[in-house]
């Protein structure tokens, strides 16, 4: 089992005892903030994400003793706070993709791409699949870069966001369609993971 594996593991217990030690969920913003953060920024900005991340982990420090203790991680769970209160920005989010669509550069992964000839070929496909997205119905949107950007399975999508497995593999698959259709064929889900998610 991995590092990462064993605190995620260790989510559930590390909550449990913040119930009596309101102190120890801070193990859990110290596990979950940095890809909680990214995940926000890539969606909303820099100026709406440090907001968004602060509101995430207060809720869930007040929301701690209804957490069910039989999910051992807590990442669905942190995503989908992050994910309902986002909805409050959702002309942030969409204007940032429209941002991107734009010019082409995404500000959370401009700083890892070195090599010119792939960041060329990167930014010309970062601008239509940022307005690509930005045109999905919201509920796709999630259910996809919960998906591609988080690295969440359909079933912690599914816990995330409160809805049915099947409605989570039924947006994303509408969403690749949609996105397949807008970018000429190619493949969504390569160029969302691929070229713009930060490593």
């Known amino acids: 089992m991995s590092e990462e594996s064993r605190a995620e593991a260790d989510d559930a217990s590390c909550i449990e005892r913040s119930r009596r030690d309101p102190e120890v969920f801070a193990e859990v913003f110290h596990r979950h903030a940095s890809d ?20 995430t982990f207060l809720a869930a420090f007040r929301q ?13 769970w942190l995503y989908g706070i992050a994910t309902n209160l986002m909805r409050r ?19 959370v992964t ?8 792939e960041r060329l070929s990167a930014e010309a496909s970062r601008r ?21 950007w988080a690295g969440l399975s359909y079933a912690e999508i599914s816990e995330a966001l409160g809805v049915r ?4 593999q039924s947006r994303i698959n509408r969403a690749r369609n949609r996105l397949r259709e807008e970018l000429g064929g190619i493949n969504p889900l390569a160029t969302v993971s691929e070229e713009t998610v930060c490593e």
Request: charged residues 30%.
């Open 36 to 55: 909680i953060t990214r995940y926000v920024t890539r969606r909303l900005g820099e100026d709406a994400a440090d907001d968004v991340v602060a509101e």
């Open 165 to 168: 497995l099947g409605t989570v």
């Open 89 to 107: 920005h959702v002309r942030t989010e969409v204007r940032q993709l429209r941002l991107v669509e734009r010019t082409g550069v995404d500000p």
């Open 64 to 76: 701690r003793h209804g957490y069910d203790l039989s999910h051992p991680s807590a990442r669905p």
């Open 128 to 148: 239509r699949l940022a307005g690509a997205l930005a045109s999905l119905p919201k509920g796709h949107r999630d259910a996809l870069l919960l998906f591609t």
């Open 110 to 117: 401009a700083s890892f791409t070195d090599r010119s000839d």
